[in-house]
């Protein structure tokens, strides 16, 4: 598996954490008290899975192929694997989609119609996502859980969002737009 995330130490960017940034095509991990950022996300997707614990497990997805890193058709397995060998699979307790969400919405959850989109909120839309990725990322633990855009509400947290991506320490960091 290629780990991405290069690590940014303390002080860098934040007063508070260090900071693992994962590139377009890069799956990584952050512990509970590093913050995790996903640099870029312009015609992107992130997947990130939060850790009972705080800990944090991202894919950062690019149509095209950037540098080395993984495809967008394999990076979700990829995902899983790290996971899995971590045994961290059943300690996810949300699972946040942030990017460009339509345009990623036939690889996530095909969709028929364009009134399907994730990011108008499409109840349907998001469910079908929920379902692929509980499929491709094996988190059975998560089936039929809450989806949605509200973060305190929901398991699957939809949020349409382009530019640098970060997601703080912890367990109840939500993800937020930097500028630098």
Known sequence: MHKGGEHIPKGL???EASMIRLEEGQVGF???????????VTSCLTITCVLADGGKWGAHMSIKPYQNNFPHNVILPELRTGMSTA???DKVAKVWIVGILD??????GPRKDPNEAIKSGNDESMKKT???LVDLLGLRHLSGKG???VPGESTFV?????GNVKF???????????EF
């Open 158 to 162: 939809f949020m349409n969002m382009e």
């Open 130 to 132: 929920r379902d692929r």
């Open 87 to 89: 045994k961290a699979l």
């Open 103 to 108: 345009l990623w919405a036939t690889y996530l």
């Open 147 to 149: 989806c949605g855009v």
């Open 168 to 178: 703080g320490t912890g367990s109840a960091s939500e993800a937020i737009e930097v």
């Open 13 to 15: 960017f934040t007063e």
């Open 30 to 40: 952050a512990k509970n008290h590093e913050e995790l950022m996903y640099p870029s």
